[in-house]
DNA sequence: CGTCACATTGATGCCTCTCAAAGCTTGTGG
DNA sequence: CCACAAGCTTTGAGAGGCATCAATGTGACG
């Protein structure tokens, strides 16, 4: 029934958000715009304009609340899509801000909106890249919830790595240590406490989990 | 463009994704389903049945690695959906266990992915919820991430309350504390301090957030 | 009235953050 | 080709904060 529609996002590629192919335009051309350190993107309650995709660089959402306390709410990796929840809103609940100089690929909501409500297929592929977010964030969530900095590195590889248990880095340890909610000290303290327990193996740019011995 | 079938969800009800209405059935007389505690509701590899919402109890969603590590993927909540992604993949790729005596109400795939084939605007509705979640799914995650139980707990009620900077208790204090990642202990003791700094004010069944003079 | 779960407070210890410093790699410019 | 800068990597010392264990109070419910 489902037929060749259906997309299978594979077991991998629940953590790699950033690393997803670039993946579908949804039926319309995009267009790229340059954001400078510090600049606003869109702001809370302006008429929404558009669904994101941030090529490179990093992007933060806010949200101004009753009380006047700024709430960070997000941080964009790259090649995450955002702000798709204004496709079915009026208005933007959040700001967006670049933290670095970034570039962004900006889909316009009408054309996108009317490209989903006249190709089924199109909104069917949209929906799954959202359910397989929610996967992923669900799990980043998960691993963020442990307290324990070996467990919460352990977790992760397990999460993430190959058969045979190879994780290989993207980018630097300092950004992992970033992803899973450690301070790169204490990553680099883990990993090298890990290795010594004969838990893990160091390869270069990479890190192999040992299976455990019962 | 978009009319009538725009759904804004508005702004409250980004962490409150258990505290959503029956909402849609997308088409589909989902059958209801027990659980006892302890119980396998599907099991990673299996042939994908259908999308759930858990009525009430605890599920657990885990995941067995290649390194024979199993990793807890998700926890349920009341009135959430899960298995969504299983509508876009042959089979599970986790296993679903219930970890108290649970409800559950089963949305059969075949009948609801004809549905929301048939009918676009009933997967519109279908992917905007899936946006929402994704939006809640984010800010915890940005709420959890925070140190400080005293931050995460003013950032969690300035994210949840009203214009008057009031935060209407759900259920317990112990669950509010597990939803943001805290000891019970731990949240009491907050609570205390806050109240004594003068920038919360503790009610029946509610919390106040001051406005913090500058 | 007894049980059970939530609410609250106390004491202790461990773990991670923080600050600090040094080695190492990479790239740039003179 | 060398020197310098910048960023990542690594290790050290110290402290603060939250988890943990423990005990008591309190309210609901049968």
Redesign the interface.
């Known amino acids: 029934?489902?037929g060749n529609l259906?997309?299978?996002?594979g077991?991998a590629t629940?953590l790699a958000e950033a690393e997803q192919p670039p993946s579908e335009s949804f039926g319309v051309t995009p267009s790229q715009r340059h954001l400078s350190a510090g600049q606003l993107l869109f702001r809370e309650g302006a008429a929404s304009a558009g669904v994101y995709r941030l090529q490179t660089g990093r992007v933060r959402?806010f949200?101004s609340?009753?009380?006047?306390?700024q709430?960070?709410?997000?941080?964009v990796r790259r090649g995450e899509l955002f702000a798709?929840?204004s496709?079915?809103?009026?208005r933007y609940?959040c700001d967006a801000v670049a933290l670095e100089p970034s570039e962004v690929l900006v889909y316009p909501k009408?054309p996108l909106?009317?490209s989903?409500?006249e190709h089924?297929e199109r909104?069917?592929i949209?929906?799954?890249e959202?359910?397989?977010?929610?996967?992923g964030?669900?799990?980043?969530?998960?691993i963020?919830?442990i307290r324990s900095a070996s467990e919460r590195v352990?977790?992760f590889l397990?999460?993430v790595?190959?058969?045979?248990?190879v994780w290989r880095q993207e980018g630097t340890l300092k950004q992992l240590a970033d992803d899973i909610?450690l301070t790169h000290e204490a990553l680099y303290r883990t990993l090298a406490r890990l290795e010594h327990e004969g838990r893990i193996v160091r390869l270069e740019g990479a890190l192999r989990?040992?299976?455990?011995l019962p």
Chains 1, 2 share one sequence.
């Open positions: 029934m489902s259906v997309t299978d996002p077991r629940e959402l949200r609340t009753p009380t006047g306390i709430v960070a709410m997000h941080t798709e929840a496709l079915f809103s009026a609940h009408r909106v009317q989903l409500r089924p909104l069917w949209f929906t799954a959202l359910a397989r977010r929610v996967q964030l669900r799990s980043r969530a998960e963020k919830q352990l977790q397990a999460l790595c190959d058969a045979s248990g909610g989990l040992r299976r455990q």
